[in-house]
């Protein structure tokens, strides 16, 4: 058996941690069961967003008769798009298993670990198959992977998920998305502006659920332009004949005792079904409880403050600990556990700014407070909406869309919620001043802003007068 001072199992962000260690002279093993690089890199947030800047370009190319261009699209070569992103994306990840595989400093085991023991894992598939590894300490950062509904006849249809939707070399002529946050969000846009009829199944009442309500109302109806939208609708069942996949779904009523309603079901067709329905942890591939590590209801890894998990001298991070499931997060997680390994005290990782973007048509982003969050706990604030045209810059890109500022009574900033072009962007600046600076409305409206930049919407957002229920609030 190999014995190692810092097992890491998963290839994405716990790399962080990893070269960490190296750089304070230990000795590493790595475990990973795909393409090295983790989720992010090879069916996440990297092919999809490389895919989707090319729907942007086809979008604002549609879309220039707007400011008096007349363009036209003579040709896509959607296949060479997609064959181009994705031998990128294993370039990368080959690129990271060579490094790895030459390196003095690291040991790399290529298969499934299955912990068998306290800090012991055995590799039960891939190339390095058969072989036991011990780690004086472990990380656990194994990661998700797509999450299947029970769904009447799920099993007997040939549906894809977002790994194999991302790898399609044609447009689906019809595609019927099962789910409502924003990998159905960004996959129904890509598809939609490509060709494909769209037609999106989502329970909640509105898409993107993780979103402030007013922002998530405004996407919806946005997205209800364009596309086939049942929100508020569970499915129940699906079959296929002929090469055409038929969806049926019945309304789902939210509250202390919701579930299926008994009202008229809608049924929805398509030569293509995604299921875009969340993410499982990878725990029960791992056997985490053969180490002393506790889950929760749902599977993900149970951690202290500090990322320790309920066994000695195991830790974990990223999307397997279920906080976020986003890549900053992972990242953030990572540098907090290096921190603790190898620093001089425990520091808690601090999630109070933690932002995310959705990079569909309009963006979406947010950080910080819900204003429904506000309310049901009671706290006392105030809110400030500002509309993208009311700048020069966003009146000249013709941009629909808003920002939303939440502060306190004592003009401390607790969220900012933005719907339009560069939102990702656009929310960083509150990042900044959430985590950098005072935390307060002052840090945004005293910085010099560039005119006519879209910045601008930030800054007047934070502006001028606010409202708290009943009344106005000039601060």
């Not at 181009?84 to 400093?105: W, Y």
């Not at 998920?161 to 002529?173: C, G, N, Q, V």
């Not at 556990?337 to 048509?361: C, H, I, K, T």
């Amino acid at each position: 058996m190999d014995e190692v001072d810092l097992l890491v199992i998963g290839s994405g962000s716990g790399l962080d941690v990893a070269n960490a260690a190296v750089n304070q002279g230990q000795s590493v093993g790595i475990v990973e069961r795909g393409p090295l690089g983790g989720t992010c890199l090879n069916r996440g947030c990297i092919p999809s967003k490389r895919l989707l800047y090319h729907a942007e370009v086809l979008e604002r190319v549609e879309h220039a008769g707007a400011f008096h261009i007349d363009a036209h699209v003579s040709d896509v070569r959607f296949e060479a798009i997609v064959e181009e992103v994705n031998a990128s994306v294993e370039a990368d990840a080959e690129s990271i298993r060579n490094g790895l595989r030459s390196s003095p400093k690291h040991d790399l085991y290529e298969g499934t670990a299955r912990f068998t023991d306290d800090r012991t894992v055995e590799i039960v598939d891939g190339e390095d198959e058969g072989a036991r590894v011990r780690g004086e300490t472990v990380l656990i950062a194994a990661g998700t992977r797509p999450s299947i509904p029970s769904i009447t006849g799920i099993e007997d249809v040939n549906y894809l998920t977002s790994t194999e939707a991302l790898r399609l070399r044609t447009p689906p002529d019809r595609l019927v998305i099962v789910g409502g946050g924003y990998i159905a969000a960004e996959l129904g846009h890509f598809f939609g502006t490509f060709g494909s009829d769209v037609t999106i199944i989502g329970r909640r009442p509105n898409l993107l659920p993780e979103a402030d309500a007013e922002i998530a109302e405004a996407f919806s109806k946005r997205f209800a332009e364009r596309f086939t939208v049942h929100t508020g609708y569970a499915a129940t069942a699906v079959s296929e004949s002929d090469g055409t996949v038929t969806v049926e779904a019945r309304p789902y009523e939210y509250g202390p005792d919701g579930g299926l309603s008994e009202a008229d079901s809608v049924t929805a067709a398509g030569d293509a079904l995604l299921v875009a329905a969340g993410r499982t942890p990878n725990t029960d591939l791992l056997d985490v409880a053969a180490a002393g590590v506790e889950t929760d209801e749902n599977g993900f890894v149970e951690t202290d403050e500090y990322l320790r998990t309920t066994a000695e001298n195991v830790w974990a991070l990223g999307d397997i600990v279920g906080e976020y499931l986003l890549k900053h997060s992972a990242n953030h997680e990572a540098r907090a556990v290096a921190r603790n390994l190898f620093g001089a005290e425990l520091q808690p990782v601090d999630y109070a700014a933690m932002p995310f973007a959705v990079f569909a048509s309009p963006e979406v982003a947010g950080v910080g407070a819900r204003e429904a969050e506000l309310r049901e706990a009671g706290r006392e604030y105030a809110t400030r909406t500002y509309r993208y045209d009311e700048t020069a810059r966003g009146g000249a890109m013709k941009a629909d869309g808003f920002l939303k500022a939440i502060i306190d009574l004592d003009g401390n900033i607790l969220g900012c919620h933005i719907l339009g072009p560069e939102a990702s962007n656009l929310i960083q600046e509150v990042v900044v001043a959430m985590t950098a600076g005072s935390g307060t409305v002052q840090d945004i409206r005293e910085a010099v802003h560039i005119h006519p930049a879209l910045s601008e919407v930030v800054q007047r957002g934070f502006s001028g007068r606010f409202t708290r229920a009943g009344d106005g609030l000039s601060h």
